[in-house]
């Protein structure tokens, strides 16, 4: 059973920064990409930034400049730091781990529960 558990939100005021963590955990034998998602009330869940194995990222626009994604292999981990925050970043943050090769020897994405960051103005 492979899970995913992020870590690292909270409350923090306009150009502040945070920096979420994520870590997946369980049997894996392999792992493609992993990423942070956001959904604000009522919104759908976008993509905030995405890190494949090899270390090729892709980033949201409206994040380029103040939100860096990093990735830790071995420890089948990533992080999300978060500089000049804007209320507009208001939301809450999921961690995705794709193509997950467990256990059960099938190829399988895996979503964490979520974690609230709040940015006041």
């Known amino acids: 059973q492979v899970q995913v558990v992020e870590s690292g939100g909270g409350l923090v005021q306009a150009g502040g920064s945070l920096k979420l963590s994520c870590a997946a955990s369980g049997t894996i034998f392999s792992l493609s990409a992993m990423g942070w998602f956001r959904q604000a009330p009522e919104k759908q869940r976008d993509m905030v930034a995405i890190?494949?194995?090899?270390?090729?990222?892709n980033d949201a626009d409206s994040v380029k400049g103040r939100f860096t994604i990093s990735r830790h292999n071995a420890k089948h981990a990533v992080y999300l730091q978060m500089n000049s925050l804007k209320p507009v970043d208001t939301a809450v943050y999921y961690c995705?781990?794709?193509?997950?090769?467990?256990?059960?020897?099938?190829?399988?994405?895996?979503w964490g529960q979520g974690t609230q960051v709040t940015v006041s103005s």
């Open positions: 890190i494949a194995s090899g270390g090729t990222t």
């Open positions: 995705a781990a794709f193509g997950v090769v467990g256990g059960n020897r099938v190829r399988t994405d895996y």
